[in-house]
């Protein structure tokens, strides 16, 4: 795939700025449409999880640097504020915040993970009105999160410490109720709560008994009770699982996309991969073509998933090659075509190698317009990317 440079004008708090950024090839149906600026941190911009609300026009981004959560409006590609008290970027992820966001989609509260704790937010007010203390490794972060709001539950990891946990807190109280430790576990990562089978699925790395990682399944309602416990386990192979996203519901069955990243631990010629999962029996799509994503989206109205897929090696395979980061672009599918690779958008610019790594490992999507927003951390400033057809 061929990439040219295009310039674009940067919106963001009354500046404007002409930076430059990576474009797809002439016969892409995807390529990218304008830049937002948010800061100028440069390539050490440190951000993570962000959640779009379609509804309201609204991007919530967790930004480490500014200690606070970006406010985007979509529609104007302008920042209009920033919510701020987390505790910012102190050297690594690990022991830094904010990092996932989660919204109550029934109040104007969002849950947001940070340095042993999750801070509760006003939207509408744009501030924090409480601090839900975790009781977890002190100095070190609470991670990535999934809300149940049938049950009132929130889902929220503490992925680095020595033996991870996952915490539940409740949204009513704003309380823990429960924790369930994962002895072995080499971290954890992203969760999704399915509506329709009433449970979370959590993505696992890899323990002692699967090496390749695994997704488990938490029944709300043992979690609302305060008595969470692994109901089920769903092994993979050879995935290392990071980010997942809920797809559409084919056939009576809720389908759920796996981003999949072994590049840390696989092999020298491993081959890289996502999945899609019916979460009914844990059956699996594989999708060659893309994957070592973080981070995955699934937009409605295009029927698509976004995988931001910063380990991507254009060979398929761990470190063939040189390191291209992308935006995946997989097909969701249909009751008449599985799930199919659709294309490879670059997140940065080619180097004389061929090659490129942006970091980019973060998505979101807007159900209205389709767009889809890429955080990226240039060496002149930190620009979200926005990509459309």
């Not at 609204?58 to 919510?83: G, Q």
């Not at 910012?88 to 996932?100: D, L, M, Q, V, Y």
């Not at 100095?139 to 410490?161: Q, W």
């Not at 809920?246 to 996309?257: C, E, S």
Request: charged fraction near 20%; glycine fraction near 10%.
């Amino acid at each position: 795939m061929k990439s040219a440079l295009s310039k674009f004008l940067v919106l963001a708090v009354g500046l404007s700025l002409t930076l430059s950024g990576p474009v797809s090839s002439a016969d892409s149906k995807t390529s990218l449409k304008t830049q937002i600026l948010i800061g100028q941190f440069g390539s050490k911009w440190s951000y993570d999880f962000g959640d779009l609300d379609s509804s309201k026009g609204l991007y919530y981004l967790t930004d480490r640097n500014s200690k606070a959560i970006d406010v985007i409006d979509v529609n104007k590609s302008v920042v209009l504020a920033k919510i701020p008290g987390f505790t910012g970027f102190k050297g690594k992820p690990e022991i830094s915040g904010p990092n996932a966001i989660e919204r109550d989609t029934g109040s104007n509260l969002a849950f947001v993970s940070d340095v042993n704790s999750i801070k509760v937010v006003d939207l509408a007010k744009r501030a924090i009105v409480n601090s839900i203390a975790i009781p977890n490794t002190p100095g070190n972060r609470i991670d990535g999160g999934c809300l149940d709001p049938t049950d009132k539950v929130a889902l929220f990891v503490a992925a680095d410490d020595d033996t991870p946990s996952a915490f539940f807190i409740s949204t009513a109280t704003q309380k823990v109720i429960g924790n369930v430790k994962m002895p072995g576990a080499s971290g954890l990562e992203g969760c999704q709560y399915e509506p329709t089978t009433k449970s979370f699925y959590l993505d696992v790395p890899s323990n002692k008994t699967n090496a390749g990682g695994e997704v488990d399944v938490f029944s709300g309602a043992d979690a609302a009770a305060g008595t969470p416990k692994v109901a089920k386990v769903y092994p993979l192979s050879g995935c290392e699982p990071a980010g997942n996203a809920l797809g559409p519901t084919i056939d009576g069955k809720p389908q759920l996309a796996i981003a999949c990243d072994p590049t840390d631990d696989g092999k020298e010629g491993d081959p890289l991969f996502t999945l899609v999962m019916n979460v009914m029996d844990g059956s699996v799509v594989k999708i060659s073509q893309t994957g070592a994503g973080d981070q995955i989206a699934y937009n409605a109205k295009s029927n698509k998933y976004y995988l931001a897929a910063r380990n991507w090696y254009p060979s398929g395979k761990v470190k063939v090659g040189p390191v291209a980061s992308v935006l995946g672009i997989i097909n969701a599918g249909s009751a008449s075509a599985p799930p199919s690779f659709d294309e490879n958008i670059p997140t940065c610019l080619p180097t004389a190698s061929g090659g490129c790594k942006s970091g980019a490992h973060s998505v979101a999507t807007d159900m209205v317009t389709g767009r889809t927003f890429v955080p990226v951390g240039t060496p002149g400033a930190s620009v979200i990317n926005v990509y459309g057809e």
